[in-house]
């Protein structure tokens, strides 16, 4: 008999109003049921915006340091649940066990973080134009904000918008993705454990359409905050526009690593191993494009092939494997389908191409690690996000050449270059148009107390972590103190 989880309104964990729910299989097994989760409706959504709307007024007045120490106590609870909730996160979305530690680990590094500006929230104070006057910038919170968030990072990203939201003094209800909503079960749970006021985090499962989107267009929800890929974020965009309501995108990618004929070769094979294959690909940082000059194009593709060829698929609990499953059969299909457009563009596929169904594959939705060779910049499998453990090698003449194909695509979020040379690590630092450029390390391993998100349609213009997220979840109020005791114009209007 499988677990039944429910929705957390208003302090309390209730059934949808719909009676209706969903199951949660593991991608590395699909016998095996990990939960049955609600199945959310409109109604679930109001009553969570209810609830919201009921605290407002008494977390914006909640002092942040008090609301910061709520976060403090998340973040050791989490430490004592790490494993449990790598484990289950594992079974939710494949992820090897390794990486859901991770994943758990950003969470408590976002929540503490997060926390700390409880003491700080700085504004600012500069002196007025006139006589006996002062004046100051403070932030307020935007007021009730939806967290919507996709499944490859079932804890980290809802920590990155929860923890920022809560601090500054908002109310939130979040939407998790349908593939990995026990994470966001177990992550929620423990705030009402750290003693959260009810209705200050409500939570609602079930799909976009039917959940999500009632979200965005309820008429009390200030900011939307979205997780996702860029077909969607495109609705939000447009939902929000038409309801002049706030919006903070992140969205999709196609993230490259330039390898420099003066590259240390084995370094960068390591960073394009784990950066295309790490997380089966699925991840919005992956990097599915590698840019190698041609003075190093043979050496780098024969021993980046053979490394990637010795990866082993398997359920991410067990220690021996090297990469996970595909998050569900529908994405499992994208991806194939992606292999077929490449040989049909006229790359040529080096190795993988097609569902792995080795030993311990049977039941799972696994794809081989798959490379592509001859890769014009302008194909679809260079241009396009496949989620999925394909990399597309696009070889160069230069390292003009090199930046301009890094910048020659639609997304912008991460870059990396393998170069012992200072000077055009400068340059590619300068000329990449992206949210972040590694210099010598791969697409991945974004830090929180630093800015994350990307340009062209990765974002519109936010960014998460570091002290961009609290513009996101603030507006900056200014005030202006007079204290002559009499009618002062500016502008020296006498
Ligand atoms: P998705 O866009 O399918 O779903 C994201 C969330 O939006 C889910 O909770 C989903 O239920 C919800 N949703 C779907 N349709 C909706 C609608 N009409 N209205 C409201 N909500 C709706 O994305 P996904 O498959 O869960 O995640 C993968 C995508 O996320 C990739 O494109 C990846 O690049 C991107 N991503 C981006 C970042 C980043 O920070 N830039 C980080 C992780 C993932």
Not at 326 to 346: A, C, D, F, M, R
Not at 357 to 371: A, L, M, R, S, V
């Amino acid at each position: 008999m499988s677990a039944i989880y429910k929705n957390f309104i208003n302090g309390k964990w209730v059934d949808s109003v719909s009676g209706k729910t969903f199951e949660n299989r593991n991608p590395a097994n699909k016998d095996e049921i990990v939960g049955i989760f609600q199945k959310s409706n409109t109604e679930d959504v109001n009553r969570a915006v209810e609830a919201a709307k009921n605290s407002a007024d008494m977390w914006r007045k909640y002092p942040a340091p008090k609301r910061a120490e709520i976060l403090y106590r998340v973040a050791e609870m989490l430490i004592k649940k790490k494993e449990d909730f790598a484990c289950d996160m594992t079974r939710e979305m494949g992820k090897v066990l390794k990486e859901t530690r991770g994943d758990v680990q950003e969470a408590i590094d976002m929540t503490y973080y997060v926390a700390g500006e409880g003491r700080r929230l700085f504004g600012d104070t500069t002196p007025s134009e006139l006589p006996n006057k002062f004046c100051m910038s403070v932030r307020i919170p935007v007021g009730i904000v939806a967290a919507i968030t996709p499944w490859n990072f079932p804890m980290a990203i809802p920590s990155w918008k929860i923890a920022p939201a809560l601090v500054t003094g908002n109310t939130v209800i979040f939407k998790p993705a349908s593939d990995t909503p026990l994470s966001a079960v177990n992550f929620v749970k423990l705030f009402e454990d750290a003693g959260l006021p009810k209705g200050v985090l409500n939570m609602v499962t079930g799909t976009g359409t039917e959940a999500g989107e009632p979200l965005i267009l309820h008429k009390d929800v200030k900011l939307v905050s979205f997780t996702g890929s860029s077909d969607v974020g495109r609705f939000v965009a447009t939902d929000c526009a038409h309801k002049m309501k706030r919006c903070s995108l992140e969205m999709g990618g196609k993230n490259a690593i330039i390898v420099m004929d003066d590259a240390n070769l084995d370094l960068a094979i390591e960073g394009a191993i784990w950066g295309g294959f790490g997380t089966a690909g699925q991840r919005c940082t992956a990097a599915s494009r590698v840019v190698v000059h041609k003075a190093v194009a043979k050496d780098f593709i024969s021993k980046f092939s053979e490394r990637a060829k010795a990866l082993r698929c398997g359920d991410g609990l067990l220690p021996t494997t090297d990469v996970g499953p595909i998050i569900n059969e529908s994405q499992l299909n994208k991806v194939h389908g992606y292999t077929k457009t490449g040989k049909g563009e006229g790359a040529k596929l080096l190795i993988g191409g097609d569902m792995c169904t080795d030993k311990g594959c049977e039941k799972g939705y696994f794809y081989k690690p798959t490379i592509f060779v001859d890769v014009d910049r302008n194909m679809r499998i260079a241009q396009e996000e496949i989620f999925g453990p394909t990399v597309s090698i696009i070889t160069v003449g230069s390292f003009e050449e090199a930046i301009d194909v890094v910048n020659g695509i639609k997304y912008g979020l991460s870059s990396s270059i393998y170069t012992q040379d200072v000077n055009k690590a400068f340059v590619a630092m300068r000329d990449i148009y992206a949210g972040i450029t590694y210099i010598n390390s791969s697409t991945i391993g974004a830090e929180v107390h630093l800015p994350f998100g990307g340009v062209n349609q990765t974002g519109n213009g936010h960014r998460e972590g570091g002290t961009t997220a609290l513009d996101i979840f603030t507006e900056w109020k200014t005030l202006y103190i007079d204290y002559s005791g009499r009618l002062q114009k500016a502008q020296s209007i006498e």
